[in-house]
């Protein structure tokens, strides 16, 4: 049995404002772990047939929210993976009551003003339209922070390379799963 082995026993999924990496952290932890890796909001966008910004803009955040569940529970059923929930997935008390029962959940935390240069950059991220991304993401901080803390585990990220933030989120597993250190 390898050193992985037992990060590889369940699903990985991956909380945290938007901007903090839970989808290029994700699929390079994926990658290191031998998991496959899922990104939550493109597996929505794909049962939608629809991008977010257009199911939030035809739809609503609610039934963004609800199929955001579904999709969620889906692959919660499926083998162990690393999975790159959206920002407000952890939110939803059924969505982070399905990631409590079938994975272990890791809260990727950042200082705001890092994510706020980050996601500064990008204009598709519908919670963003026409507002300053640090007001957002401090207002989101104040809602977030307290649910994200119910993650098993917190992985501070700051402004490092990817592979130290790996090396960190693979640190922190193998401490809270109990798996033998290298």
């Known amino acids: 049995m390898d050193r992985y082995e037992p990060l590889r026993q369940r ?79 952890f939110m939803n008390p059924e969505t982070r009551a399905l990631i409590k029962a079938k994975a272990v959940s890791v809260w990727l935390k950042a200082d705001l003003e890092v994510l706020a240069r980050r996601i500064g950059r990008k204009d598709s991220r519908p919670l963003l339209s026409g507002r300053d991304p640090m007001d957002v993401l401090a207002e989101q901080a104040a809602v977030r922070y307290p649910v994200y803390a119910e993650a098993d585990v917190v992985v501070e990220t700051g402004d490092t390379a990817h592979h130290i933030a790996v090396g960190e989120l693979i640190r922190a597993l193998t401490i809270y799963l109990g798996a033998p250190a290298e």
């Open 11 to 89: 699903t990985i999924a991956l909380v945290g404002l938007m901007g903090v990496g839970k989808s290029s952290v994700g699929r390079r932890l994926a990658s290191a772990l031998g998991l496959p890796f899922r990104d939550a909001d493109a597996e929505v966008e794909a049962a939608a047939g629809r991008t977010i910004p257009d199911i939030f803009a035809q739809l609503g955040e609610p039934a963004f929210r609800d199929g955001e569940r579904r999709v969620i529970q889906r692959l919660l059923e499926g083998p162990a993976h690393v999975l790159a929930t959206g920002g407000g997935a």
